[in-house]
């Protein structure tokens, strides 16, 4: 910036020493021309609206491009508009957009950028920075402009089958001889019709064939929930590989809920991590139906992270008056351990069906334990095992 107040002083120290009123003409002139320039360059900047447009929801590996709208919506030009935009490291490299360009009154421009969801997330969008001036460059004005805006990378997805587990079987569906849920998809024969029937239940070519009423006699059974406990208790991890592994056992916890849910099953989630908004305690999810219910999961393992939280054997055995009864507990850890253990028996004799899921680097005492106890457990490692390597069933299901 041209700094003209030395020579507006020495213009002064002139006029006002040699009495001369050429030099006061100029003074004035020059500070006139200061002034406008000070009142052009905030006026210009106060009258600039930025917006963003894009989807703030994005699966991992997908481009999300960016359009930012820089608007003029005063009746002065700016001559000269500096732009800088912050961008999360994570997604964008260089993480920042610079430009320089000028605006007419009432013009608008518009700057592309693209982000690659390479890594789940909540992150945040600008502020934009502008700094603008008049046309001398006699002054500078740089200002904030605009309100932040925020993008969710959901967790990497991949199918169920190439984590190891059990992909073609329902983990809440099972059978039972008490007829607390009868199934329509299950006809195993045919009765007579009695008072109290449905009529959606009648077999119209049975009744047809006999004539007589007969409705369809369904297989009973319930629907038994899923619930996902996801363990982020950082040091629980081994610290060479605490990222790497608390990272994979959030793509096991969603894909697990993805899968569920394409079965048309309840599936819920709780885990002892932390919101990257707030700093606090995910409250979780009970276990519900439905892609609406799914993408809820999705977001909020998105923005779930490690820390050191409630240690997960005290975490589980605190949510058990919160679990449904009877329903299959999907435990997502690094490891096993005595108390972890202790922790799955408790479980087990309250009614619930628990697997174990160990994410950590494959070894003979990975789950010596579990399978003395005839627990159900898989070994989850590296990016081979989920795609494609089934990874050994030691522990009985």
């Not at 001369?20 to 100029?26: A, D, E, Q, R, S």
């Not at 200061?34 to 360059?41: N, R, S």
């Not at 993008?151 to 990497?156: A, C, H, M, Q």
């Not at 299950?186 to 004539?211: C, E, M, N, Q």
């Amino acid at each position: 910036m041209l700094n003209l107040w030395p020579f507006l002083f020495l213009v002064l120290l002139l006029a006002v020493t040699l009495k001369v009123g050429f030099l006061y003409h100029i003074f004035y002139l020059l500070v006139l021309v200061v002034l406008l320039a000070h009142l052009w360059g905030r006026y210009a900047v106060g009258r600039l609206v930025v917006r963003r447009r894009f989807e703030p929801r994005a699966f991992y590996g997908e481009t999300i491009p960016v359009v930012l709208e820089v608007h003029n919506t005063g009746w002065l030009p700016v001559p000269w508009l500096l732009v800088h935009e912050r961008l999360p490291l994570a997604l964008a490299s260089p993480a920042f957009l610079r430009r320089a360009l000028a605006l007419w009154p009432r013009e608008r421009c518009r700057l592309t950028y693209t982000l690659h969801a390479r890594q789940r997330g909540y992150y945040t969008l600008g502020p934009l920075t502008v700094e603008t001036g008049d046309v001398l460059g006699l002054q500078r004005v740089e200002q904030i402009v605009g309100a932040t805006d925020h993008l969710i990378v959901y967790p990497k997805i991949v199918p169920v089958g190439e984590l190891g587990l059990p992909s073609r079987v329902p983990l809440g569906l099972l059978r039972t001889p008490q007829p607390l849920y009868a199934d329509p998809v299950r006809v195993i024969g045919v009765r007579p019709y009695t008072t109290g029937d449905s009529f959606r239940l009648i077999h119209w070519k049975a009744t047809a064939a006999t004539g007589a009423l007969q409705v369809k006699k369904l297989e009973p059974a319930m629907m038994l929930p899923t619930v996902i406990l996801l363990n982020l208790h950082l040091p629980e991890y081994e610290r060479v590989f605490a990222y790497y592994a608390a990272e994979l056992a959030i793509i096991v916890a969603a894909s697990l809920a993805n899968h569920l849910v394409g079965l048309r099953q309840e599936v819920g989630l709780l885990t002892n991590g932390l919101d990257s908004l707030t700093g606090q305690p995910i409250i979780g999810a009970l276990p519900r139906k439905g892609r609406h219910h799914l993408m809820l999961l999705l977001e909020m393992l998105a923005r779930v992270v490690p820390g050191e939280t409630t240690p997960f054997p005290v975490f589980v055995r605190g949510q058990m008056p919160r679990l449904p009864w009877g329903a299959t507990l999907v435990l997502v850890t690094p490891g096993e351990t005595p108390a972890l253990l202790e922790s799955v028996l408790v479980l087990r004799r309250a009614g619930f069906s628990v697997v174990l899921v160990y994410v950590r680097p494959p070894g003979p005492a990975v789950g010596e334990r579990s399978a003395a106890l005839g627990l159900p457990y898989y070994e989850v490692w590296r990016e081979e095992h989920l795609e494609g390597a089934r990874p050994a069933v030691r522990g009985s299901r």
